[in-house]
């Protein structure tokens, strides 16, 4: 069965959502939480699994089963135009950055990308995950080693942070990232988690133990502020001591304000 075929319109830029045009009885999924509005006669239905036409119930617990393996909800919501016109459904990015469209029959059916990159789809697109080769390094290498990969032939729409740069890799061609910063990559890049040579450059560098390497051909797409760096320099950047009276905290303003300070 083919994937259903929606219309999309991008708004905003830093800060960005998308509105996915539904015709009559088309369906788009999304994770929970991504909603931002929708229209009248759009039906919101709880399903269980990945998304994709899975028959029978052991199908969908093996897809439900692979989403809590990434760190995803065992559930997703599916969004029905049961009307006789075009109505419309948006998703917000859960944090600054950029939503990419990706078309999956232009991308030979698959993609694979960050465990909490995707947004939404259209029905009948699988999520499911996609392990790295070597597991021994994988478990160490943090981001690197359990994988979403989306498959099927219609649009999804994957959420990266900061500015989006999309890199085409030559046959041979070698790139080395964070393992935060990969967004996603085509089927045919070959990729592997890679530990940082050099004690004093993994324990002074500031980079982390490992990193991924990347080998084209193929399509990557790279991210400039991985969530994971955002929310470590959030925290890092929080009072440690003193309570209300940290020492550069918005709170001790307030505090001294109300106090007369």
């Not at 239905?45 to 990945?50: A, K, L, Q």
Request: net charge negative; charged share 25%.
């Amino acid at each position: 069965m083919n994937d259903h075929e929606i219309d999309f319109k991008l708004y905003g830029d830093d800060m960005q959502f998308v509105e996915v045009e539904l015709d009559p009885g088309e369906t788009v999924i999304a994770e929970a939480g991504s909603l931002m509005m929708m229209e009248d006669e759009i039906e919101m239905e709880t399903i269980f699994g990945d998304g994709s036409d899975q028959r029978g119930m052991m199908g969908k617990l093996f897809s439900a089963g692979k989403r809590v393996l990434t760190g995803e909800s065992l559930f997703m919501t599916a969004f029905t135009n049961q009307g006789v016109e075009k109505k419309h459904a948006s998703f917000a990015s859960p944090y600054p950055g950029k939503i990419i469209p990706m078309d999956l029959s232009e991308l030979n059916g698959k993609i694979i990308c960050q465990k909490d990159a995707f947004l939404a789809a259209a029905k009948g697109v699988s999520v499911g995950i996609e392990f790295q080769k070597k597991i021994g390094t994988g478990f160490f290498g943090g981001e690197g080693f359990i994988m979403q990969k989306l498959e099927g032939n219609g649009m999804a729409f994957v959420h990266a942070g900061g500015t989006i740069h999309q890199k085409e890799l030559q046959p041979g061609e070698v790139l080395r990232l964070d393992t935060g910063c990969l967004v996603a990559l085509t089927e045919e890049v070959d990729y592997n988690i890679e530990f940082v040579k050099g004690v004093k450059t993994a324990l002074f560098g500031g980079e982390g133990l490992f990193f991924v390497t990347l080998k084209g051909p193929g399509t990557v797409w790279v991210q400039s502020l991985p969530f994971s760096r955002l929310a470590s320099r959030v925290f890092a950047a929080m009072p440690q001591t003193g309570g209300a009276k940290g020492e550069g905290s918005m709170a001790k303003g307030l505090f001294d304000m109300f106090n007369g300070d």
